[in-house]
């Protein structure tokens, strides 16, 4: 054995029991790991038995060995884990050889493993009763996550980062069983911004005189991105693109706009948006504000008669209406009389893979009637485009290819905190219950209690939550019908719901004043969010009339996804979100879409549609989608056939056409075609 003896860098002693565990480490690695029995002699205590562990099986060997191990360390540890009679009696029989040795603190753990682990109390990590090393309580808290079901890697790192953080494993491991700790929870702050901007004063705006007196009523100046927008030529009639945060007030830009035009005898307003809840509540507002200057109408689908009873008029003043009521419109040949502003709220949508492409070609198309009917009508001179969202990733290209001004306002009015933590589907409506009550119970420097949006992917999701709350509670979303959808905006604004439980009815902007959102999942449907949907969600809480700050939840369910198309899961989706920029809005075209936008353009604009197509926002391969039209029957030249009209009237993408015309062929029942359809929506 003394052949054998190379100096080592480190000798290890830990009493495990009656004996002493002995680890010999060399250059970072272990060379040596055995036993060691003392025994009491005249000279003090000394080595009895010596043994060395090698696979498994332990070897003796001459108690002389462990002694000449001990001479050619370069220093030995005595485990402050030791009980203090056992580095009494290591020390005594170090002694004995004239060997010093310093009583360090270590990882019991790895001791027990034969592992040599010093800890400090900038390193320790606690764990239920007794300090471990970071390698320990790593280990043992992949343990605890294997056992959640698993997270991704960006999910394992922050959890690991806050385990460095607090040192205490048991905290962290709580976040798995769903325990809020806003310590921990807590992602990031995002601050409160303000840009210095000169404020424009309403009484020096030149405005109709109805219109100004109204205005100047309520305000003394206008907001930073109302007056940036005024800078910017809102007044002279220039397009604009104005990008800014909710709660900003960005619709009153395009209101200005509009109003002020339409008192001129410039041609009415159309305020375009892309959900029915949404053009619904702008529609109330409209009347309310502007009913004594003209007549307010709404337009949400093909429908003369809409789900509040109010008869579309196309002769009024003011036209609400979502993206594909007025598209609809447009397809079927309705005169829309003279447009002097349109306001395309939520423009973003562009980038949607389903819908971008029908409102890239809707804008396409009114512009087509307004140059059109400016052309056959003098006195008309077309109209003002105002373009509106919150988020867009690419503001200045977006506005170079809408041909407007952009108007950027970067501004975040309170600051808004961002938290994770995990919890099972089972476990969430708990989670919820206790924030929405915690909300509920406080109130802000500005007298407004807490109120909650909680953010699922299914109406049937949203009430089965709403009925979990202590508090009251509502469910929102499309398939409630209109007067359900006011009442429940109504108790919300009168501070009589706590919470409301949505899917993304409320992403797109129904005003509802939230001091907190929370993410039940980050899904929309069956797809994740995209940053740009999240941001835009996210950004419902706080406002800084009502609130101090927004607080925003992301309730995570490990390993989990919703559909079996998604490709991600939730836990990696959330770290994704929270990290990842904002997405381009830019329209992207398949062969699906690009043929639906040109069949449109030719029941619309005939043998101009080859222009339209030129000016929309994305690519569109014309040349390939004409010659499909073709084939399939839905144009005869540049004239749409019969099937060509029904098909864009209806807004059938082929796939839904051919589907459509095959259960008829097969003599199926209109509601076996309309299952049908469902059944391959969910399937692709």
């Known amino acids: 054995m003394s052949k054998q003896v190379t100096r080592v860098d480190t000798l290890f002693l830990h009493q495990t029991g009656d004996d002493y565990l002995v680890v010999a480490r060399r250059d970072g690695k272990r060379v040596l790991r055995g036993k060691l029995e003392l025994k009491e002699t005249n000279a003090g205590p000394r080595p009895l038995r010596f043994l060395v562990t090698r696979k498994g099986e332990d070897s003796p060997r001459d108690p ?59 390193t320790a990590i606690k764990a239920e009763h007794e300090h471990i090393c970071r390698d320990c309580a790593v280990q043992e808290l992949e343990g605890e996550l294997s056992f959640a079901g698993g997270l991704t890697q960006a999910a394992q790192e922050r959890l690991e980062e806050l385990l460095y953080e607090t040192g205490d494993l048991t905290r962290i491991t709580n976040l798995l069983q769903g325990e809020l700790d806003p310590d921990l929870t807590k992602f990031d702050t995002i601050s409160a911004t303000t840009e210095d901007v000169e404020l424009v004063e309403t009484s020096t705006l030149d405005l109709h005189p109805n219109l100004k007196s109204m205005l100047t009523e309520r305000f003394d100046t206008l907001l930073p991105v109302q007056s940036l927008a005024i800078d910017n030529g809102l007044l002279d009639g220039d397009d604009q693109l104005v990008v800014s945060a909710t709660a900003t007030g960005k619709t009153l830009v395009g209101e ?36 004594h200057l003209g007549k307010v109408t709404i337009r949400v689908g093909a429908s003369r008669i809409n789900d509040d009873g109010n008869r579309f008029d196309p002769n009024a003043d003011v036209i609400v209406g979502t993206y594909e009521g007025i598209d609809h419109a447009l397809r079927t040949g309705k005169d829309l009389g003279d447009i002097g502003t349109v306001v395309i709220d939520e423009v973003h949508t562009l980038k949607e893979e389903e819908r971008g492409h029908r409102l890239d070609g ?97 109406r049937r999701r949203c009430h089965e939550i709403a009925r979990k709350m202590d508090y009251n509670a509502a469910a929102y979303h499309a398939g409630l019908d209109y007067g359900q959808r006011k009442r429940v905006e109504r108790q919300f604004a009168n501070q009589d719901l706590a919470a409301v439980v949505t899917t993304a009815a409320l992403a797109a902007g129904v005003d509802f004043p939230a001091s907190q959102v929370i993410f039940d999942t980050l899904a929309m449907g069956i797809e994740w969010l995209s940053v740009q949907e999240f941001s835009q969600m996210l950004g419902r809480a706080g406002r800084p009339d009502y609130h101090d700050k927004g607080v925003v939840y992301l309730l995570v369910e490990p390993d989990a996804s919703y559909h079996n198309t998604m490709e991600m899961t939730e836990d990696e989706v959330a770290f994704k979100l929270l990290k990842g920029e904002m997405e381009e809005v830019r329209t992207v075209y398949d062969q699906s879409s690009a043929v639906e936008e040109t069949l449109a353009n030719i029941v619309v604009a005939g043998k101009k ?20 039209l073709l084939e399939w029957g839905f144009i005869d030249g540049l004239d749409p056939t019969p099937l060509g009209l029904a098909v864009t009237r209806q807004f059938l993408s082929p796939r839904e056409a051919f589907a459509i015309l095959d259960g008829i062929r097969k003599g199926s029942s209109p509601y076996e075609i309309v299952a049908d359809l469902e059944l391959d929506e969910e399937g692709r």
């Open 64 to 122: 002389s060995q462990f002694v000449e191990l001990a001479r050619s360390a370069a220093r030995i540890r005595i485990s402050q884990q030791t009980p203090k009679d056992g580095r009494d009696e290591l020390k005594e029989m170090l002694d004995g050889y004239q060997l010093e040795a310093l009583t360090v603190r270590t990882c019991r753990r790895c001791a027990v493993n034969g592992r040599y682990s010093p800890i400090t109390d900038d």
């Open 609 to 628: 549609a080859k222009a339209l197509n030129s000016r929309m926002l994305g690519e569109v391969p014309t040349t390939h989608a004409v010659g499909k």
């Open 362 to 458: 809707m804008i396409a198309r009114l512009k087509h009637y307004c140059e059109a009917r400016a052309e056959s009508r003098e006195g008309y001179g077309g109209a003002q485009w105002i373009y509106l969202s919150a988020t867009v990733g690419n503001p200045k290209w977006l506005a170079q290819n809408l041909r407007a001004n952009l108007v950027e306002y970067e501004d975040r009015p309170v600051p808004i905190e961002r938290h994770v933590t995990f919890a099972d589907g089972q476990e969430k409506p708990r989670i919820e219950n206790r924030l929405v009550r915690q909300a509920f119970d406080s109130k802000s420097s500005k007298g407004y209690r807490g109120q909650t949006i909680i953010f699922t992917n299914s």
């Open 256 to 291: 200005l706009a509009g109003i002020n035009r339409m008192l001129n005898d410039d041609g009415k307003m159309l305020f375009l948006v892309p959900l029915v809840a949404l053009a619904n509540q702008k529609h109330e507002d409209f009347k309310e504000r502007y009913g």
